[in-house]
């Protein structure tokens, strides 16, 4: 896999982790606002991910960081989709 097919597969897995905080909020039960821990979790998530995909998109787009950087900075990304995304190499992730 090349590169640009690296940074689109990461892309990719990013909105499908999106997709799925979307449609959980979606489905979840009417809250009381700001009294419902695990609906502002995924509130925070879902604004995290937003983020999360702008940096993705500024670090393709200025060249500023390698895909591994990338993976080893990224909270949404667990070991197996790090393997995946990267071409199966351990990726020591950040602390």
Not at 38 to 47: I, K, P, S, V, Y
Not at 53 to 82: I, N, Y
Request: charge should be neutral; include cysteine; aromatic fraction near 6%.
């Amino acid at each position: 896999m090349n590169a640009a097919s690296k940074w689109a597969a990461l892309r990719r897995h990013l909105e499908g982790v999106s997709a799925t905080v979307a449609a959980e909020i979606r489905s979840y039960p009417v809250p009381i606002p700001a009294c419902d821990a695990q609906f502002n979790h995924l509130l925070e998530q879902r604004r995290a991910l937003s983020r999360e995909l702008a940096r993705l998109d500024a670090a393709h787009k200025e060249g500023s960081g390698t895909l591994e950087d990338f993976v080893r900075a990224s909270p949404f990304l667990d070991d197996a989709a790090a393997q995946a995304l990267t071409g199966g190499g351990a990726i020591p992730r950040a602390p």
